[in-house]
Nanobody, 124 residues
Framework: RVQLVESGGGSVQAGGSLRLSCAAS????????MAWFRQAPGKEREWVAT??????YYAASVEGRFTISRDNIKSTLYLQMNSLKPEDTAMYYC???????????????????WGQGTQVTVSS
């Protein structure tokens, strides 16, 4: 069965960096759209970034600071997060869906598979 397992979360000070990983198994890694979402306490789940083949898409709040990438050989998705801000504090989830991104690729409902999440805490 499909499994997504995130890792790499932690606590950092503002301005610091973290790299999240999401190991995928149980399905053909390609061609799947992969994404990162995040959810802060008391807030809705928020789309962060999506990747499909070499195409990447970012939320305005993270563009220029975060980079989504994938290693097809390792079946692993990454999120490099630089210049972190306290407002980036959240549980981060990876998600996947078969095929190319749909029109509403920023909506959580578009994705079929989800990981359990990894916590990122940024202190000021």
């Amino acid at each position: 069965r499909v499994q997504l397992v995130e890792s790499g979360g932690g606590s950092v000070q503002a301005g610091g960096s973290l790299r999240l990983s999401c190991a995928a198994s149980g399905y053909t890694y390609n061609p799947y759209s992969m994404a990162w979402f995040r959810q802060a306490p008391g807030k809705e789940r928020e789309w962060v970034a999506t990747i499909y083949t070499s195409n990447t898409y970012y939320a305005a709040s993270v563009e220029g600071r975060f980079t989504i990438s994938r290693d097809n050989i390792k079946s692993t998705l990454y999120l490099q997060m630089n210049s972190l801000k306290p407002e980036d504090t959240a549980m981060y989830y990876c998600a996947a869906k078969p095929g190319r991104p749909g029109l509403f690729f920023g909506r959580a409902g578009e994705y079929t598979y989800w990981g359990q999440g990894t916590q990122v805490t940024v202190s000021s």
